[in-house]
């Protein structure tokens, strides 16, 4: 297991990179963006476009590194069955002494390594900008970053089982997706036909309506992050396990995956 691992891990090397570039120049460049608040030109606007400005920025960069890494990483996932798959090392594999459920199991692993690699920099995006600014609005960034960070997750375990059924990481990556956005204007429609302008825009406003309510997302989240934490984790546990269970079916599906009739 640790063999095909580090293997894995070799074959995204480049993504690797790719993501560690990622992190530095979005932190440089949202350092500038934060900066141009206090020192550059965007000092000049009114005091409370400025002030709005600050708090956005603060909670707007953790969350695009997570949007970023999330996406990289789930790409990282699945890109390496495509490449075991064209390369015909799943042919050697299956002659080998690892079994189907340890072949899964590392998929599932490299998945937790995903998330918690995502999450990890989410937080330490928000540590550097809290040391540098202060922390009032920093957490919300960091907790908004590890729920995309999960979102993301679940979207890749989707997606893995679904890379060894197509033999195509970009099909597997772009099928949850897919669904997702058109699941959203599929429940909209009705309220489209009757009137709404845009049916995925109401149901967004749906959803956040209890936030607006509640005065914005910071006194909803204080308010309800009790219950709100344990389902989220309660469901990326159901995903991932659901993701080893779909992944271990294809993986046993020998003639598809190594292209025999």
Known sequence: ???????????????????????????????????????????????????????????????????????????FTVNTIEMDIKSKFVMYAYSGPVSDQDKTKVKVYELLTAFVVCSLATVVYGLIFGILYGFSDVGIGILIGIGISVVINCMACISVPLAYKHK????????????????????????????????????????????TKAGGFKPWLSNNWVWIVPIILIVHVLFLAWAYFATLRQVKRRERICGAS
């Open 168 to 211: 195509n990481a970009a099909r597997a990556i772009s099928t949850p997706v897919a669904v997702l956005i058109g699941g959203f204007y599929a429940i909209g429609i009705p309220e489209a036909l009757f009137g709404a302008e845009d049916g995925l825009g109401r149901i967004i406003s749906k959803l956040v309506a209890p936030i």
């Open 1 to 75: 297991m640790i063999g095909l691992y580090k293997k894995d891990l070799y074959l995204s090397k480049k993504m690797l990179l790719i993501m560690i570039s990622t992190f530095v120049l979005l932190l440089v460049f949202g350092i500038l963006w934060r900066s141009a608040y206090d020192y550059g030109n965007l000092a000049s606007f009114p005091p409370e476009d400025l002030e709005y400005g600050k708090r956005s920025s603060e909670k707007t960069f953790p969350f695009l590194i997570a949007l970023l890494l999330g996406c990289e990483s789930a790409f």
